[in-house]
């Protein structure tokens, strides 16, 4: 129960930080089509962050909802990736930040259907069919801005070469992660990534865009270790319930 | 005590907030409706993990059902199985169009890249030549389309498989 809840926030936390980032967008989109659109995508993962938490919530089986587990936790207890709460930039860092994400997660989902728990197969399921359409739409402008003007294929490829050495955490295992594997609960993290590569690959190589050789750092926020960024946008997130407890919308 | 017939009759009354011509049984979010020994039971599920009307759906079931009277039910809401546009019935479908969104057609996966939009017809006046203005619309289940003809901009309810 315990490695399971904490796998939850895990991927909980990743939804509800870049869900958080892309609303922050909202108004301020380049043109109103990708407004829409990454406002969009931020309601589905912010969806999904909620009913990931609704169950580690009720696996804790301490009273607390899932408005508790987004909104009253503090910077260390949020288990997310540090790619995730890395700041929007121009549009070519948010679409690569969101295009290593949806790779990702879209193995992990396609995986996750087979969970032995059965309300993390559900979740999957239903989560799977949006970041497919997510998946899509990060694809298409990746390729897009690397295979575009001189200035877009610039900022995509400076992105990637600033993002790449955050990718690694995605795949990151401690002994959560180690018993859910054996439980059947979850995939072998480490056999997703040659596929999370391969797919990565075969994007970049239309779009015209290279990976650097090394990777060459660790983030630790799967352990809630955190860039500085992210203390910025939880002041953010919790201002409300912060200043008004249990204020109600 | 309601048969289930009866009860199914009501819950017509509960509309899609953001859709009001579509009843949650147009729509096939509502799964079923079984009798246990603790009372009528409603299973729902939400279009979108992020829809923001499942929450005023559920209120809107317990006002329907408590105005005539039924206080024994539980509304449980699931994920799986995921729902699907496929489930929205024919006279569904045909409310939609006349309340100026176009249904759902057949589409390509979503792996493929830079696919050709669907061909969607003008739910106005009915031409099918328009053209895809946006993939992501006013809510999640929608893209937004512009009739070639007649210049209506019109929402289009997504495919979702």
């Given amino acids: ?249 | 005590m309601v048969s289930k017939e009866e009860l199914l009759t009501l819950l017509d009354a509960v509309k899609d907030p953001e859709i009001p011509v579509l009843s949650i049984r147009d729509l096939g979010i509502l799964r079923a409706v079984t009798l246990s020994t603790d009372g009528w039971i409603i299973d729902i599920t939400p279009t979108y993990s992020g829809c923001p009307a499942m929450i005023t759906i559920e209120e809107e079931i317990a006002k329907v059902l408590n105005a005539n009277g039924i206080t024994q039910f539980t509304i449980n809401s699931s994920l799986s199985p995921a729902w699907t546009t496929d489930w929205i019935t024919e006279e569904g479908k045909r409310k939609l169009e006349a309340y100026g969104i176009a249904p759902p057609v057949d589409e390509v996966d979503k792996s493929v890249l830079f696919s050709k939009p669907p061909v969607v017809p003008c739910p106005k006046c009915k031409e099918t030549n328009t053209k895809l203005i946006s993939q992501f619309g006013s809510t999640a289940c929608k893209a937004h389309y512009q009739c070639q003809v007649c210049l209506e901009p019109f929402d289009y309810f997504k495919c979702l498989r």
């Avoid at chain 1, 109103?32 to 969009?40: G, Q, S």
């Fill in chain 1, 1 to 249: 129960m315990e490695h399971t809840y904490k796998f939850l926030l895990r991927i909980g936390d990743d939804s509800l930080i870049l869900g958080q980032r892309l609303a922050e967008l909202c108004g301020h989109g380049p043109i109103l089509e990708e407004d829409i659109a990454l406002t969009n995508i931020s309601l589905d993962l912010i969806g999904q962050a909620t009913n990931i938490y609704t169950y580690a919530a009720q696996l804790e089986g301490k009273g607390r909802d899932a408005d508790a587990l987004a909104f009253l936790r503090l910077e260390h207890q949020y288990l997310n990736t540090v790619l995730v709460e890395q700041p929007n930039g121009n549009f070519a860092d948010t679409l690569v930040r969101q295009f290593f994400f949806d790779v990702y997660r879209k193995l992990l989902f396609e995986h996750l259907l087979t969970s032995t728990d059965e309300q993390i197969a559900a979740i999957a399921e239903k989560s799977l069919k949006e970041t497919r359409y997510h998946l899509k739409h990060s694809s298409e402008w990746v390729i897009r801005l690397g295979d575009g003007t001189e200035l877009s294929k610039e900022r995509a490829q400076f992105a990637i070469l600033d993002l790449w050495r955050y990718t690694d955490e995605l795949f990151y295992m401690d002994e959560t992660e180690i018993q859910l594997v054996s439980a059947g609960v979850i995939p072998n993290l480490k056999d997703l990534k040659p596929l999370w590569m391969e797919h990565v690959l075969s994007i970049l190589n239309i779009a015209t865009l290279k990976l650097p050789e090394n990777q060459g750092f660790f983030g630790a926020g799967r352990q809630g270790r955190h860039s500085e960024y992210m203390g910025f946008l939880l002041a953010q997130l919790q201002y409300m319930q912060r200043v008004y407890p249990n204020m109600q919308w």
